[in-house]
């Protein structure tokens, strides 16, 4: 079966430091990744989605980037935090980008 | 405009009760439609997914699809307070490559 991790669970960072989140997938090859953020009381949003190794899309301008250095690895990244980048990041795979997505334990970060 | 609409909530139920939770959507041509499950504090977790017009039923949960009057619902029977979370709406858009979530409605079953 296939199972999916992100870590870490928790962090706070202060405004200005980097970050790396990062996303990885068992039990299936190939599989269409997602970044997403849910904000304290508002929707996910979508920040980031693969096809496959080095294929990012964009969905929303930010200063986060995203790579997949590998089949079913996933990084969120960002070379300096803002207030407003604190939230909820979850990962999520499917088999397509048609099919249903299957999400990760989520990092809730607090940047101060 | 929304591409899916949510009542926010919250629905009270008591134990034992159908609890029924609606979604809309703007764009006709959407194809696959989604339900999932958020406990407070955790990620969602997908509980049905619906294709075509009528229902489909996975043990106490009923998915309803209507899509000339754009509404997908979410019918649970037999409502435990193990339910109370928050449940969140999905589609695939016509012509996008990823889903579009509600903002979700918060579900308490009373006990």
């Known amino acids: 079966s296939q199972t999916i991790h992100q870590w870490p669970a928790t962090l706070v960072q202060p405004v200005g430091s980097p970050l790396s989140l990062e996303c990885t997938v068992e039990g299936t090859s190939n599989p269409n990744l997602y970044w997403y953020r849910q904000a304290a009381g508002r929707g996910l949003q979508l920040l980031f989605y693969?096809?496959?190794?080095?294929?990012i899309s964009s969905e929303v301008p930010q200063n986060l980037s995203a790579s997949r250095p590998q089949d079913r690895q996933f990084i969120l990244s960002s070379k300096k935090l803002l207030l407003s980048d604190s939230g909820f990041y979850l990962c999520?795979?499917?088999?397509?980008?048609?099919?249903?997505?299957?999400f990760g334990p989520g990092t809730r970060l607090t940047v101060l | 405009q929304k591409e899916v609409e949510q009542n926010s909530g919250p629905l009270s139920v008591p134990e034992g009760a159908i609890a029924s939770l609606n979604c809309t959507y703007s764009d006709r041509g959407s194809q696959s439609f989604f339900w999932y499950r958020q406990y407070s504090g955790k990620s969602p977790e997908l509980i049905m997914s619906i294709y075509s017009n009528g229902d489909k039923e996975d043990g106490r949960f009923t998915a309803q699809l209507n899509k000339a009057s754009q509404y997908v619902s979410l019918l649970i029977r037999d409502s435990q307070p193990s339910d109370s979370a928050t449940y969140l709406c999905?589609?695939?858009?016509?012509?996008?490559?990823?889903?579009?979530f509600g903002t979700g409605t918060r579900l308490t079953v009373i006990p």
């Open positions: 999520a795979w499917s088999v397509t980008l048609y099919n249903e997505q299957f």
């Open positions: 999905a589609l695939l858009l016509t012509g996008a490559n990823n889903l579009f």
């Open positions: 693969s096809v496959g190794i080095g294929q």
